[in-house]
């Protein structure tokens, strides 16, 4: 796997900030992080509704995609987990 770049679409950003937690954040920071090493870690699921992956973190979900060409992970959506699929 090569080193992929990572994006975030700007409302992700605001939905990372939102997130009350300092610990439960640094996760989703971590998390996020790993993938530009391995966009499709063990545990990734693909989506049925979307061409997207989702990983999850405790109580939080993090909806992306993959752009194999270009080397780019998207994250689109982050949220709790009862919430990120809607």
Do not use: H, W
Not at 27 to 55: E, H, Q, V, W, Y
């Amino acid at each position: 796997m090569g080193n992929y770049k990572i994006v975030f679409k700007s409302s992700a950003i605001k939905e990372l900030e939102e997130i009350a937690l300092k610990k439960d954040r640094n996760a989703l920071i971590t998390s996020i992080s790993s993938l530009s090493d391995n966009p499709r870690p063990r545990g990734c699921k693909k989506m049925t509704s979307r061409s997207a992956f989702r990983i999850r973190k405790g109580i939080y979900g993090v909806i992306y995609q993959v752009d194999d060409e270009r080397q780019l992970v998207k994250i689109f959506k982050i949220g709790k987990r009862r919430e990120v699929y809607r």
